[in-house]
């Protein structure tokens, strides 16, 4: 129940917080052994979305799907791009492909930092190409139409968060 200016946080790792957080695959095809991955107990603590449902008891992540099939602007800070969480991606391109005027923004670490006098505009550039390549190989498609990638946006992730001393020495 984190809202932020233009709508609703989702923590999709689970909170400290709340002592939550969840780790592991996004579903049984990314266990090794297919006799593991087909044990209840296994998938309950190697699969996130079963963790959540049946350690946690919450519904997480259908309110992060049913949040993201009505968003018009995708914000996304803090996440890999990596198999274990294809899911997030793959409903975000399922967005983005059904309305035209959904847009998604990557905040970039990388690309906050790139911002400083001692990158070029051409370094600048590479991070932004690097981290929209980075979404589209994660969802299964590197050859979108221009349309849909020019609605992808790479900002500066201090522009979301605003931190003008560090957190940590």
């Not at 790792?13 to 579903?27: C, K």
């Not at 959540?52 to 914000?75: C, G, P």
């Not at 590479?126 to 790479?154: H, T």
């Amino acid at each position: 129940n984190r809202y932020s200016v233009l709508g609703k946080f989702v923590f999709a790792h689970g909170s400290l917080e709340q002592r939550e957080i969840i780790t592991g695959v996004d579903n049984p095809g990314q266990i090794s052994s297919g006799e593991l991955a087909k044990l209840e107990e296994v998938k309950r603590a190697l699969v996130k979305e079963e963790i959540e449902a049946s350690v946690y008891q919450r519904t997480r992540d259908m309110d992060a799907f049913s949040l993201i099939k009505k968003a018009n602007i995708i914000k996304v800070f803090g996440m890999s791009y990596g198999v274990t969480d294809e899911r997030w991606w793959r409903a975000i391109d399922e967005r983005m492909r059904l309305d035209g005027n959904c847009l998604l923004v990557l905040f970039s670490l990388e690309y906050s930092k790139s911002l400083s006098d001692s990158y070029s505009p051409v370094g600048r550039a590479r991070i932004v190409d690097k981290a929209i390549e980075n979404f589209l190989a994660s969802r299964g498609d590197m050859e979108p139409n221009i349309e849909y990638r020019n609605r992808i946006i790479v900002a500066d992730s201090t522009l979301l968060f605003p931190v003008s001393t560090p957190l940590v020495h």
